[in-house]
């Protein structure tokens, strides 16, 4: 009888022990995220080093389970879920590899100083719903790419060098809450598809967009006209003047050629009565 007691209580316990083993046996890391990690530190420059723990080593498997090691790093069942280096002093481009990471869901490259464009690979990042690349020197046009997200919910661009025209396909994102490009250099009308929303879809307001000189449209008010400048007054003054002074001058020339006709003609009756001596 404690035989048989013993024996089920060994078995309980091997279940259990092959179950907590099982549990940390550490997930096969995703090839795609290596890539990822790898091209994405190779384009940044870390001059203050906050990505030191960003190695080759720590690329080959940087997730275990919902657990991760690299600085700015979340995991999702082995898969990195979100990256969030913001405000790092980071420099240098954002890879167009970064696509790689196709379980991403957040990418925050807020308050750094990246330069260069923003990759049109960001369309293969079908789950990302945060793109926060706010407070840095990105250049180049706002890609029309994006609209390829359909979960994108926020998409945060102020503060940067972008120029062109907004494509209006970004309109077409139905879970778009949060749009931001102030400050920038955009021009060109501003599409209706963002500006003049209608239904459900939420609506921005002209802080989405002011701070952009040659962007124009609903929902910022309209352009004022241009003054004229100092200069403009002062030709149109010197101008004027000089027109006046030139009629003026006409005038009293016409005036006097009128008066030497009539004195002569006045003259010439005189004569006409004056006796022969």
């Not at 789950?127 to 359909?150: E, F, I």
């Not at 021009?187 to 003049?196: A, C, Q, V």
Request: charged letters at 15%; hydrophobic letters at 40%.
């Amino acid at each position: 009888m404690m035989c048989g007691v013993w024996s089920s209580t060994g078995t309980v316990i091997l279940v259990l022990l092959l179950i907590t083993t099982c549990g940390n046996i550490p997930s096969k890391a995703d090839p795609n995220d290596e890539i990822c990690l790898s091209q994405l530190s190779e384009s940044l420059q870390d001059p203050f080093k906050n990505l030191q723990n960003w190695t080759k080593t720590a690329f080959a498997n940087p997730c275990q389970g919902f657990t991760s090691f690299l600085q700015g790093a979340t995991c999702n069942n082995g898969r990195i879920y979100k990256l969030s280096l913001s405000n790092l002093s980071l420099k240098g481009s954002i890879s167009p590899n970064i696509s790689s990471c196709t379980n991403l869901q957040a990418l925050d490259l807020s308050s750094n100083s990246l330069s260069g464009p923003i990759p049109p690979d960001l369309q293969y990042l079908v789950n990302l719903a945060v793109l926060n690349l706010s407070s840095n020197r990105l250049s180049g046009p706002l890609p029309q790419q994006l609209a390829l997200c359909a979960y994108l919910n926020v998409i945060d661009l102020r503060d940067n060098r972008l120029s062109g025209l907004i494509p209006p396909q970004l309109g077409l994102l139905t879970r778009l809450s949060v749009f931001d490009v102030s400050y920038n250099k955009l021009s060109g009308p501003i599409p209706s598809s963002l500006g003049n929303r209608s239904g459900n879809l939420p609506r921005f307001n002209a802080s989405s967009y002011e701070g952009n000189k040659d962007l124009y449209g609903f929902p910022l008010p309209p352009m004022r006209s241009k003054g004229l400048s100092v200069l403009s007054i002062v030709g149109i003054g010197l101008g004027s003047g000089l027109v006046s002074l030139v009629l003026s001058f006409t005038a009293v020339c016409v005036w006097l050629k009128i008066s030497e006709h009539k004195m002569a003609a006045e003259e010439s009756k005189i004569s006409q009565f004056m006796p022969d001596y």
